[in-house]
């Protein structure tokens, strides 16, 4: 592996989705974002990645994307997929389900993760806290 820093993501909003790219390649070009929609798809392949995440960021409330497809699942899977394992990086949740990310956090926390919150509150919270937030626990990294 390059210099090159791998952040996977659990969330199902194009528009967070995009926002989060945009930040990233302005900011922290060396990051490439890999993203899921779904819990399962998260815990499905999370295992199979190329390389160790550097951060991973938990949304909690997931929707189908489309009609009529499977329910995605939530954080709370993907946070008791990641404590059944060994901490490999820290954890991010940007949920503004409270009582979820709380759930998560501790879930996380009680395993031996590194995990910190950050709440989507204002229409700038990616770019004004999320980032700073994902930039200082990848900054420990390097």
């Known amino acids: 592996m390059s210099d090159q820093l791998l952040l996977a993501m659990l969330e199902d909003d194009e528009d967070r989705l995009t926002r989060f790219r945009a930040i990233l390649a302005h900011k922290s070009p060396s990051v490439t974002l890999h993203a899921w929609p779904s819990a399962h798809d998260f815990i499905r392949e999370f295992p199979s990645l ?7 960021s938990l949304d909690h409330d997931l ?3 489309n009609p009529g497809d499977p329910d995605p699942g939530d954080g709370r899977q993907v946070a008791a997929f990641l404590a059944a ?9 940007h949920s503004s389900n409270a009582w979820a990310a709380d ?3 501790f879930t996380l ?10 709440a989507p509150i204002g229409d700038d919270w990616i770019e004004s806290y999320w980032f700073p937030t994902a930039r200082q626990h990848l900054k420990r990294i390097n």
Do not use: H, Q
């Open 50 to 56: 190329e390389f160790s995440p550097s951060l991973i």
């Open 85 to 93: 394992r060994s901490p490999c990086c820290p954890v991010l949740i």
């Open 63 to 65: 929707v189908p994307l």
């Open 109 to 118: 926390l009680d395993t031996g993760w590194n995990v910190a919150l950050t």
């Open 103 to 105: 759930s998560m956090y």
